[in-house]
């Protein structure tokens, strides 16, 4: 039962600006990188102040292995007899049709999402995400770090199944309830990104470039123009304090995780992405510091700080507000 644990808004101001409906979003997956698949999924429909309307949760065969079971719990015995995305792409679509995708690192379960229906040869009918790390950073909320039992506990939220994708889904939608309310009686713009589906995937394989998932590795993508940090750069990364809004990071070779999504991760949190290395580069994240690639030959003789996907995946997680902020 949802209640509200902020002061709400009154009727008369509530912004005339704030999207109509939600659909609050946990996904499950076998993994974090491109070809990785969903396993589980769950929607909780609000209303436009956050009140529930429904919710729905499915598990998906991946056709594959399941991926880290000790997080997610599901195993190939539980998924073989789910149905595939495919099967139900169009009553997820229901539920995400003309509302605001709302999820907890919200580009992670959009990028996921997009390339399920990409496969699917659809387009999932989302055209704005809201992320609630980023509400949460709008709203200055005194947590200790931003995962979703902090978000939860500060909220009172009790949860019950951490990484289920039903309970995890639940959790959400009850602490972005009075998120919402606590914006719209403090004025506060919605942090609202674009959805973009995906265009990388094809049911037309062209010969030698395209893997059996569809997905073509070598298929040219325009590069996107990113707006300006608005922090200021606050130097180099230190080995064993916490990443600070405004460094400046750049990214060198293959990483796990799709580099357009990890870099679209490190500026939610408020990182610079840096296309060249130079002197004022913070820190530079490869998966092979040995390797002879301009940036890390640079970051060898400039002494910048280098680290590996994985270790700032972690730091991720709790980036330092910019001095001031």
């Not at 506060?188 to 959805?195: D, G, N, Q, T, Y």
């Amino acid at each position: 039962m949802l209640e509200d644990r902020t002061t709400a808004a009154s009727p008369a101001a509530w912004p005339t600006a704030y999207p109509e409906g939600y659909a609050v979003v946990d996904v499950e997956t076998t993994g974090l990188a491109r070809d990785d698949r969903i396993i589980s999924a769950a929607v909780y429909r609000l209303d436009a102040r956050g009140e529930v309307e429904d919710h729905w949760y499915t598990l998906v065969n991946p056709q594959r292995d399941p991926g880290p079971v000790w997080i997610h719990g599901l195993t190939s015995t539980m998924l073989q007899d789910a149905p595939l995305f495919r099967d139900v792409a169009e009553e997820f679509a229901a539920r995400l049709d003309g509302r605001v995708l709302v999820a907890h690192n919200a580009v992670f379960d959009w990028s996921m999402i997009a390339r399920e229906y990409a496969r699917a040869q659809c387009v999932a009918p989302v055209r704005q995400r809201l992320c609630t790390i980023a509400l949460s950073k709008e709203l200055g909320l005194p947590l200790a770090n931003h995962k979703l039992e902090t978000l939860a506990a500060h909220f009172g939220v009790v949860q019950q199944r951490a990484h289920h994708a039903l309970d995890d889904a639940r959790v959400l939608a009850e602490a972005f309830q009075p998120s919402l309310h606590a914006a719209a009686r403090d004025g506060v713009r919605l942090p609202l990104l674009e959805c973009r589906p995906l265009t990388e995937w094809s049911a037309s394989p062209t010969i030698g470039q395209q893997s059996p998932g569809g997905y073509r590795p070598t298929s040219w993508r325009p590069s996107r123009k990113r707006p300006a940090c608005p922090y200021p750069n606050p130097g180099r990364y230190e080995e064993g304090k916490r990443l600070k809004q405004g460094m400046r990071v750049a990214f060198s070779g293959d990483t796990s995780i799709e580099r357009e999504l990890l870099e679209d991760r490190a500026v939610e949190a408020g990182l610079h992405i840096a296309t060249s290395l130079s002197r004022l580069t913070s820190l530079l994240v490869t998966n092979d510091p040995g390797s002879g690639t301009s940036k890390t030959v640079k970051a060898r003789q400039y002494g910048t700080p280098v680290i590996d996907e994985a270790a700032f995946g972690q730091l991720l997680r709790d980036v330092e507000p910019a001095s001031g902020e």
